[in-house]
């Protein structure tokens, strides 16, 4: 099966690559045209990326794309609630891959910081946030098999709350299924606003689960809330 199988809707577009090499490669010069534009249009830029395994390939393709950096902030959809020198730290995966070479440049603003809370940390987050240029110009999405995107996990206590088209936070706390539980998300309204929406996943498991949400509810399997325009799709096997 291929990302050309699934009946998605007409209005999201779909790309498929013959490997993962390839995919990051087409997703960094995709990314890196969406900033370089934003940044001659407006004067600057916000890109807002994902973390997991999977973007590795990709953060380094991004770093060594010639763009005025300085212009870019970078932020991430969400983290896990460790200290930046954990190795789950989302920003932790970004400092060491994507801030460096020509992106080295690039302003972070991250969501993890010490807090007395969870509820405090996701707080503190959505404060930061507010010098986040909004609307986010590039926004990456990977997805889990569970059909989570960013932190937005299925059965998670303040979900319903983080999908909320008409909510006012930025960032709520979230728990994950797996280890390390705790997290921090940015919620929909926030990812949803943004001008180029990417979602990137890599093999069939990932079409199956696609394929199921195309059929479920946002609160079953969050990533379906996402499947609409500007929505494109990019997947290698
Ligand atoms: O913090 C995280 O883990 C990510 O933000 C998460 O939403 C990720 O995108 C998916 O879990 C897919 O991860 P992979 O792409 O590594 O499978």
Redesign the pocket.
């Known amino acids: 099966m291929a990302i050309s199988d699934l009946p998605l809707p007409a209005e999201v577009g779909s790309q498929s690559f013959k490997d993962a090499a390839h995919m990051a490669q087409a997703l960094a010069e995709r990314v890196a045209r969406a900033l370089d534009d934003a940044v001659s249009q407006q004067g600057g830029a916000s890109l807002v990326v994902?973390?997991?395994?999977?973007?590795i390939a990709f953060f380094e393709a991004l770093s060594t794309c010639e763009l005025d950096w300085s212009r870019v902030q970078v932020s991430?959809?969400?983290?896990?609630w460790v200290d930046v020198s954990d190795p789950d730290s989302?920003e932790g995966l970004l400092r060491r891959h994507l801030l460096q070479n020509a992106a080295a440049e690039a302003q972070l603003i991250g969501l993890s910081q010490p807090a007395e809370s969870l509820d405090q940390a996701a707080h503190q987050a959505g404060q930061k946030l507010s010098s986040l240029r909004q609307p986010i110009d590039v926004l990456v999405?990977?997805?889990?098999?569970d059909g989570?995107?960013?932190?937005?996990f299925p059965a998670s206590p303040m979900l319903e709350q983080a999908l909320d088209p008409d909510g006012t936070e930025r960032c709520l706390p979230m728990l994950?299924p797996s280890k390390p539980q705790q997290?921090i998300t940015m919620t929909y309204p926030l990812l949803v606003s943004a001008r180029t929406q990417i979602l990137?996943?890599?093999g069939s498991e990932?079409l199956e689960t696609l394929q199921q949400a195309l059929s479920l509810e946002p609160m079953q399997m969050p990533i379906r809330a996402f499947l609409h325009s500007p929505l494109e799709i990019y997947w290698c096997p």
């Open positions: 994902s973390g997991g395994r999977s973007p991430l959809a969400d983290e896990r989302n999405l990977g997805m889990g098999s989570h995107t960013a932190s937005l994950a997290r990137s996943i890599q990932k």
